[in-house]
């Protein structure tokens, strides 16, 4: 059984830092393009930040400057450090893999069931 399962995610102030992880499980994603994509109420899903498996990241323009996104595949996770958290950060946040390189929800196979972050004074 392949799972996704993240973790991290709270109700924080504005100027805030956190950490999400994501704990892989059922096979190796080692060779899988790993990513976050978040989803505020009312809007449509969408990028955070991808990392490829010979590490090459991508963000998206509002993330980076202030987000990390870093895996480790001995230990099969996927990592989000966000530093000055913002109101419009706020949303729940997905970890996906997918075998190719996409900035595409559908282009994902495999899905967490999210951890949700909250940035509010």
């Known amino acids: 059984q392949v799972q996704l399962v993240e973790s991290g995610g709270e109700v924080v102030r504005p100027g805030d830092s956190l950490r999400l992880s994501c704990a892989a499980s059922?096979?190796?994603?080692?060779?899988?393009?790993m990513a976050w994509f978040r989803q505020a109420r009312g809007k449509e899903r969408e990028v955070v930040a991808v990392?490829?498996?010979?590490?090459?990241?991508y963000y998206g323009i509002s993330e980076k400057s202030r987000f990390l996104i870093s895996r480790d595949n001995v230990k099969n996770e996927l990592y989000l450090q966000m530093t000055d958290l913002k109101s419009e950060d706020t949303g729940v946040y997905y970890c996906?893999?997918?075998?190719?390189?996409?900035?595409?929800?559908?282009?994902?196979?495999?899905w967490g069931q999210g951890t949700p972050v909250t940035v509010s004074s």
């Open positions: 990392i490829r498996w010979n590490y090459m990241v």
């Open positions: 059922g096979r190796s994603f080692s060779r899988a393009t």
């Open positions: 996906a893999a997918a075998e190719g390189d996409s900035w595409l929800p559908t282009d994902y196979q495999y």
